[in-house]
């Protein structure tokens, strides 16, 4: 926006109140989360028994489902007889900051000021000119609190001036308790606290509550008044399935179509549409982070010979189109034609029976402007059957009785989608004798079987061989690792490896250490040294693996400890770092925080039983800042 800082522009509408609304301050959050974007102060204060009355603060917004090219605005701050007002701006900064407040002028009557801000100065327009394009006003100062409604266009007339509300933005919500000010006045005075700025970007168009855009899928309707898919088998929720997929005919325009869909990755997610099985020939949208990781990006394309191509050469003709990265998860949503897009000859008719596949890539960002550019990270899923756009009686949940072949939801098993790494034999951990026969410990809370958690460890000592038998596995396609130390870090650690190879055709088990935070191979010339019977596997994007080591120091190796001794066990592994069988885990976990066992134990327990638990999201359960000790894991 050039010149923003250099023109000051102001706007003031001057209200004659209307009747106050008959409860409270009179804001609407129901929607919230659903086709509202909302954020309340504190978090959750509206869903007490007092509901939005318990509130300190709240910002409603809403896209005008009758004039689509505009957005009903609400603010409330309660005990503030000053003002309160919302800013957006591309950083989450004040200076720059396009302002809507809502003060009170001396005669106790609010007034609606379009303001913009310079150096943390909130500034009006010299000349004081009132815009006409911030309509349907009202606002009321009762009981010592401000409350106020308006509307105004995505996009102004001056757009040098006032940010293009369809572009991702931040949310800043500020009051100022008592400072009133003349109707025809700047904000003469700074906010009282510091303003509330949203964790990640948002457009008008998005849905969210308290920053929790996609959090807030409403999977209420699934089979009834929308068709979903969701995966691994059994997840319920959009914060624990790795995969999620939901359409609705849109309730305001039959034409068009309702599309949800959010992915456990950092790269980006896509939902494609073709008439056969295969990503050749697929319309795809795809959600990916930008590679200064600010934004996500909503993008309109189509595969050519497995290659991601952007239709129109950028132009998405994808309206009230909204995405949003968190908790290490990409959510995203769009409104699209049923039929074919105008003017898109990659578009298809969504009226008609297809195949609806959805893929993802863990770390693959690109500019919002450029294609995905890096293929899918692990095998696409593939719906069941056949669906229309307008077809909303599926409810798919994979399940499986074996790891290669769901149930409800396909993994395609033909050339294109099959995972090279089925040359190996998937390894199955058996948890029927944990704390019994053998320990063991897996995350996150609530997990039971070794597909669905994204951590397993399990350990099986012989006290008449002084040998120990490890298991790990864990979600990942780059590397999973049990390393053993006395205190909780990874510098210093006996490690052991499981890494899978760049072509992905194996997984090789590697005795490594750490040291200053960097794994290094224990011999060079014998990558497995002193480990026995290992095997592992890559299989529906998870890395297992066993082998047998000494519970003594291996011989000849000065990096190995002496696991009769107690220590701390740790979990780590890493999303995508592949390497050479010969070479070591040459990046540093991610995806999740290492995860370290509670109590220090022996290789000689085989009785211990940890499941962790939390009062956090379950799929965030890991444990850190570097190693404090992990109450949470009982």
């Not at 979903?228 to 995969?243: D, N, V």
């Not at 009769?564 to 010969?582: D, E, H, M």
Request: aromatic share 8%.
């Amino acid at each position: 926006m050039a010149g923003r800082e250099l023109i000051l522009l102001a706007l003031i509408v001057q209200l004659t109140l209307a009747q106050p609304p008959p409860h409270g301050h009179g804001i609407d959050l129901e929607g919230c989360g659903i086709h509202k974007g909302c954020m309340t102060i504190p978090p959750g204060c509206h869903k007490g028994q007092q509901g939005a009355e318990a509130c300190d603060g709240i910002y409603v917004q809403e896209v005008m489902h009758n004039n689509p090219s505009n957005i009903h605005i609400q603010l409330f701050a309660r005990n503030v007889a000053g003002w309160v007002a919302v800013g957006f701006n591309t950083v989450p900064h004040m200076s720059g900051t396009d302002v809507l407040a809502c003060q009170a002028d001396e005669e106790g009557r609010v007034v609606i000021k379009n303001l913009h801000n310079v150096n943390h100065t909130n500034a009006m327009d010299k000349n004081g000119e009132v815009a006409p394009y911030i309509y349907a006003a009202e606002g009321r100062l009762q009981n010592g609190s401000i409350s106020c409604q308006f509307v105004r266009p995505l996009v102004t007339p001056r757009e040098d001036y006032d940010l293009n509300l369809n572009m991702e933005h931040y949310i800043i919500f500020a009051w100022n308790y008592n400072q009133t000010a003349p109707a025809t006045g700047p904000l003469m005075h700074m906010h009282q606290a510091p303003p509330i700025v949203s964790n990640a970007t948002y457009t008008a168009h998005s849905v969210f509550l308290n920053n929790e855009t996609g959090g807030e899928f409403d999977l209420s309707g699934c089979g009834k008044t929308k068709g979903c898919s969701r995966a691994p088998a059994g997840c319920s929720s959009a914060e624990e399935c790795y995969y999620i997929f939901t359409q609705q005919v849109n309730a305001h325009n039959k034409d068009m179509v309702d599309i949800e869909v959010s992915g456990l990755v950092s790269g980006w997610v896509a939902v494609g549409y073709n008439s056969n099985y295969t990503m050749n020939g697929t319309d795809v949208v795809g959600c990916q982070m930008t590679p200064e990781r600010e934004r996500v990006a909503v993008k309109k394309l189509h595969n050519v010979n497995h290659t991601n191509l952007m239709d129109h050469n950028g132009t998405n003709d994808l309206p009230h189109a909204a995405a949003h990265f968190a908790n290490d998860r990409i959510y995203c949503r769009f409104t699209r034609p049923i039929k074919p897009i105008p003017h898109d000859p990659f578009s298809r008719d969504l009226s008609q029976k297809g195949y609806i596949i959805l893929a993802g890539n863990y770390n693959a960002t690109a500019p919002a402007n450029e294609a995905l550019g890096h293929m899918h990270s692990y095998m696409p899923l593939v719906l069941h059957d056949m669906a229309s756009a307008t077809d909303t009686s599926f409810n798919y949940n994979a399940t499986a009785e074996k790891l290669d072949m769901p149930l409800n939801v396909r993994h395609h098993q033909e050339d294109e989608f099959k995972d090279s790494n089925n040359i190996q034999e998937p390894h199955t951990i058996d948890l029927s004798g944990c704390g019994k026969t053998k320990g063991c410990s897996r995350a996150p809370a609530g997990c039971q079987s070794a597909d669905e958690c994204v951590y397993v460890f399990t350990q099986q000592s012989d006290e008449s061989t002084m040998m120990v038998t490890y298991e790990i596995s864990g979600m990942f396609a780059g590397w999973v690792a049990l390393g053993v130390n006395f205190n909780y870090s990874m510098n210093g650690a006996d490690v052991h490896g499981c890494q899978l190879t760049p072509d992905s055709e194996k997984v090789v088990v590697k005795k490594v250490h750490n040291f200053n935070f960097t794994n290094v191979l224990d011999s060079e010339s014998n990558v497995a040294m002193g480990l026995a019977n290992t095997s592992g596997s890559f299989l529906n994007n998870r890395i297992s693996c066993t082998f047998t080591r000494p519970i003594k120091p291996i011989e000849g190796d000065s990096y190995s400890r002496d696991l009769s001794q107690k220590a701390t066990f740790i979990l780590a592994g890493n999303v995508n770092g592949t390497a050479p069988a010969n070479k070591s885990l040459t990046y540093k976990h991610n995806g999740y925080e290492p995860l370290a066992l509670p109590d220090q134990l022996t290789a000689l327990n085989n009785t211990f039983n940890y499941n962790a638990t939390s009062e956090e999201p379950a799929s965030r359960r890991h444990v850190h800042p570097r190693f404090r000790k992990p109450t949470e894991v009982v």
